[in-house]
Nanobody
Framework: QVQLVESGGGSVQAGGSLRLSCVASEIHFPETNIYWYRQAPGKEREWVAL???????NYVNSVKGRFTISRDNAKNTVYLQMTNLKLEDTAVYYC??????????WGQGTQVTVHT
């Protein structure tokens, strides 16, 4: 069973930056597609960004120009660089993997809190 471990969350002032990491225990990592989702209190889980095994990337409109997703296949890691953070970015951020010949997998989440 593939495991995903997120890290890098924390508390940051509005306008600040954080970099989230998602490390996968997946020998076929280059073949996987990785997604970041987030869930704020009282709200449904929301897709934030994706990076396909081809390198194609996409973002939800609310984070375009502020968030950047990237991957380092040598380290089995995907990053989410978040800049100009806003109060509404506060949520638990989850990493999600598909493909690579493995079942879909979710990480345990990492908390991001943006304060004034």
């Amino acid at each position: 069973q593939v495991q995903l471990v997120e890290s890098g969350g924390g508390s940051v002032q509005a306008g600040g930056s954080l970099r989230l990491s998602c490390v996968a225990s997946e020998i076929h990592f280059p073949e996987t597609n990785i997604y970041w989702y987030r869930q704020a209190p009282g709200k449904e889980r929301e897709w934030v960004a994706l990076i396909m095994n081809s390198g194609f990337r996409n973002y939800v409109n609310s984070v375009k120009g502020r968030f950047t997703i990237s991957r380092d296949n040598a380290k089995n890691t995907v990053y989410l660089q978040m800049t100009n953070l806003k109060l509404e970015d506060t949520a638990v951020y989850y990493c999600h993997a598909t493909g690579g010949g493995e079942p879909e997998t979710w990480g345990q989440g990492t908390q991001v809190t943006v304060h004034t």
